[in-house]
């Protein structure tokens, strides 16, 4: 059993910029694939930008030159640095692990915190 804290979220100004925060726990093997995930008001859960063990990034194409995804391995930890925030930006942000046991994939993911983009 996995557990995900996210810390970070809050209230910026457009242009301004956040860094989000996931520690993992519980885990007894590295983390495959670390992430974020947002959710508007009223819209589906979408991926935000995926970093997997070895570094390889995955970002979705409304964050690309804006966000960046890092993560520690050793530490099981996983950030995200937004800058240039529109108030589009706005949503629950969701961080998530991803990793393979020997036989299965499973997914696991944290409480949300919201970040809201308004002037």
């Known amino acids: 059993q996995v557990q995900l804290v996210e810390s970070g979220g809050g209230l910026v100004q457009p242009g301004g910029s956040l860094r989000l925060s996931c520690a993992a726990s519980?885990?007894?093997?590295?983390?495959?694939?670390m992430g974020w995930y947002r959710q508007a008001l009223g819209k589906e859960r979408e991926l935000v930008a995926t970093?997997?063990?070895?570094?390889?990034?995955n970002y979705a194409d409304f964050v690309k030159g804006r966000f960046t995804i890092s993560r520690d391995n050793a530490k099981n930890t996983v950030n995200l640095q937004m800058n240039s925030l529109k108030p589009e930006d706005t949503a629950v942000y969701y961080c998530?692990?991803?990793?393979?046991?020997?036989?299965?994939?499973?997914?696991?993911w944290g409480q949300g915190t919201q970040v809201t983009v308004s002037s």
């Open positions: 970093l997997t063990s070895g570094d390889r990034a």
């Open positions: 998530n692990a991803h990793m393979f046991n020997g036989i299965t994939w499973s997914d696991y």
């Open positions: 519980g885990s007894r093997r590295i983390i495959n694939v």
